[in-house]
């Protein structure tokens, strides 16, 4: 997949936004809606119908924040299909909606090149095939502005749109899905038929609120990100490896009341337009003041998971924090200003 968005960079031209890429609620309606129309063109017996994942969007923004333009590796911990695009092409007003519709159709439009009875989707079709595996349940996906996007070849700054699927696709000499019949005529179970989607009517399997753990996987690696400028020069192993050595954890460390400040004069509105809810990896980082994640009122103190107790015993606080102190308040008893 690295390959072809590459070549996509290729065809536009470089002027950027100095805003941050995180994602709002209709950006993220958009690409939703997107994958399924597409889904649904597709005249699948036994196509699912995509719901939106917090705890996979949380995950891609993780790694979006990295800016580093390439996939995360399987050992540490990725299961989930993962599509990549970058570009800095100038689109107006509506910048950030208009590239992110420009990522997925490219990515859509590598069918035309796609050959069915290969059943393989090769160096320059994967992105297609991930969009439309049946058997995909779940999206969630993030963005970011990076100055610059590392492994991008490209030296100034780029937006940068990470998508994950669960369950994951893309199996050697497996088609994406079924053809022929009559769209739902092979639905798994239990499901209903919506125009033209399996809709699952049961839970699919929780997707864990974190991939990989916040911390440094080897001693040496505060001498290596401070003394070697290894964060910048070797970010491939770095960025997975010493992520907390990096600092690029997004707020893997407790919140302390010190540092209860507001990036800038918007957070404010972006928290009252509900943006904490709904972007919490950038809005935790940048707005911990308008958050209010730093102690005293802090809205309602509930879990919003069945499973956060649990996740809880599994130190999700610690290890995921922007999630869980949004989302699984109550478990993680923060409401009183306490820390994780």
């Not at 996979?56 to 993962?82: I, M, S």
């Not at 954890?249 to 509105?269: F, R, T, W």
Request: hydrophobic share 25%; net charge negative.
């Amino acid at each position: 997949m690295q390959l072809l968005s590459i070549y996509i960079l290729a065809l536009t031209s470089l002027v950027a936004s100095g805003e941050q890429g995180y994602m709002t609620k209709q950006m993220k309606d958009t690409i939703l809606k997107m994958h399924n129309d597409y889904r649904r063109g597709e005249g699948a017996s036994n196509m699912i119908e995509l719901e939106w994942d917090y705890n996979l969007e949380t995950a891609a923004q993780r790694w979006a924040n990295n800016c580093l333009y390439d996939h995360e590796d399987a050992e540490f911990g990725v299961d989930p299909g993962e599509n990549l695009y970058f570009s800095s092409f100038f689109m107006g007003s509506n910048q950030k909606e208009a590239l992110l519709k420009d990522g997925t159709t490219r990515w859509f439009n590598e069918k035309y090149n796609y050959e069915w009875e290969s059943k393989d989707c090769g160096y320059y079709n994967c992105h297609y095939t991930q969009m439309v595996w049946a058997r995909t349940a779940k999206i969630g996906c993030a963005s970011k502005m990076c100055y610059p996007l590392r492994e991008s070849r490209w030296d100034k700054y780029a937006w940068f749109l990470v998508c994950r699927y669960y369950p994951g696709g893309n199996y050697i000499r497996t088609y994406p899905y079924t053809r022929g019949g009559a769209q739902c005529s092979t639905c798994p179970t239990p499901s209903v038929c919506n125009n033209g989607l399996c809709k699952l009517t049961a839970a699919v399997d929780k997707v864990k609120p974190h991939i990989s753990e916040c911390t440094n996987k080897d001693s040496n690696c505060d001498m290596w990100a401070t003394e070697m400028n290894q964060c910048e020069t070797n970010p491939k192993f770095m960025l997975t490896s010493c992520s907390l050595a990096c600092n690029v954890c997004g707020g893997g460390k407790p919140v302390q009341k010190a540092d209860c400040e507001d990036s800038g004069n918007s957070c404010p509105g972006w928290a009252d337009d509900g943006e904490c809810f709904s972007n919490p990896y950038w809005m935790l980082d940048n707005c911990k003041k308008s958050c209010r994640t730093c102690g005293g009122d802090r809205g309602s103190c509930g879990d919003e998971d069945d499973e956060c107790p649990s996740w809880a015993k599994d130190n999700e606080c610690k290890k995921n924090p922007n999630w869980m102190l949004v989302h699984c308040k109550k478990s993680c008893n923060p409401c009183s200003g306490g820390r994780v």
